[in-house]
């Protein structure tokens, strides 16, 4: 069983320019969702894709968008990048429709904005 | 809205003392309850749910719907439970999408 993977693992910006953040979920799953974790703070929800929509989200500006693709890998991307946008970017994948169903964490890509 | 609270940043206690980590929740109506973990250096995990009543690694909580209280329990602590603790909420049937809390630091000293 292959666990959550996200690349890249670091990434430097400058401010203004667009990231492109990856996630393959884990085997057999097919929901994933993106959380944003700032220095000090607990995962914010940013969305979640379920059958290549999006379903559900949290309180992000439209700036942040993604895609979920027919093998349920994922991509989170962020235009016009500002310096709050620095943090550690989290990828969990779940099994939607299964009882007790629980989220698989990636290990996070951490995104320098300078 | 939902919003989760851990008031501890940093809970430090003796091997072998009992450990409380405290969690209030605030939800319009009947969420779903969960304690993760993310020992050093690896990813975050779950370690307990309200719905399965489990102990984990010794670990219990129990959902106090009056007090809005998912308090984290265990009689003895371990060095190896030195981690930290994160309580989180979803909606009820609602996919795992979770409301984080900001986390306890749990230290367990010899």
């Known amino acids: 069983e292959t666990g959550v993977t996200q690349s890249p693992t670091h990434l430097i910006k400058t401010r203004g320019q667009q990231v492109t953040l990856r996630c393959s979920s884990q085997s057999g799953h097919n929901t994933v969702s993106w959380y944003q974790q700032a220095l000090g703070q607990g995962p914010q929800f940013i969305f979640q894709?379920?059958?290549?929509?999006?379903?559900g989200r949290g309180n992000f500006p439209p700036r942040f968008s993604g895609l979920q693709f027919p093998n349920y890998s994922s991509e989170l991307n962020v235009n016009a990048l500002e310096l709050d946008d620095s943090a550690l970017y989290l990828c969990a994948s779940s099994l939607r429709g299964a009882r007790n169903t629980e989220a698989f964490f990636g290990q996070g890509t951490r995104l320098t904005v300078v | 809205a939902q919003r989760v609270t851990q008031p501890e940043k940093l809970l430090s206690v003796f091997k072998g003392a009992p450990v409380e980590l405290k969690c209030n929740y605030s939800y319009s109506g009947s969420p779903e309850l969960f304690w993760y973990v993310q020992y050093s250096r690896q990813r975050l995990q779950l370690l307990l749910r309200?719905?399965s009543r489990e102990s984990i690694k010794g670990f219990t909580a129990d959902l106090n719907k009056g007090e809005t209280s998912f308090h984290l329990k265990k009689p003895f602590a371990q060095e190896e439970d030195s981690a930290m603790y994160y309580c989180?909420?979803?909606?009820?049937?609602?996919?795992?999408?979770?409301?984080f809390g900001t986390g306890t630091q749990l230290k367990v000293e010899l």
């Open positions: 989180a909420l979803s909606p009820t049937g609602g996919g795992n999408k979770l409301t």
């Open positions: 309200h719905i």
């Open positions: 894709y379920y059958r290549e929509e999006e379903n």
